[in-house]
């Protein structure tokens, strides 16, 4: 019975383990994506809105949404 339960445990540990580090890369991938994207408009000319105008709007949009 203890060797199932500690096998259990283990892929429990693994699979969490392994869900943080997607969710890291996630995280990470999507910050430079939006660096890279924001500053390719910015050389491009492109009004680039700041992130206060891009947090309100999202707001905006989840209390329409909700």
Do not use: E
């Not at 943080?20 to 994506?33: E, G, H, M, Q, R």
């Not at 408009?41 to 947090?55: E, F, R, W």
């Amino acid at each position: 019975m203890r060797i199932r339960i500690r096998k259990a445990m283990r892929r429990v540990s693994v699979f969490v383990s392994q869900l943080f580090a997607a969710l890291l890369k996630a995280i990470v991938t999507s910050f430079v994506l939006g660096i890279v994207v924001v500053s390719v408009m910015h050389y491009m000319g492109v009004p680039v809105p700041s992130a206060h105008d891009l947090l309100g709007g999202i707001s905006r949009l989840a209390h329409i949404l909700s």
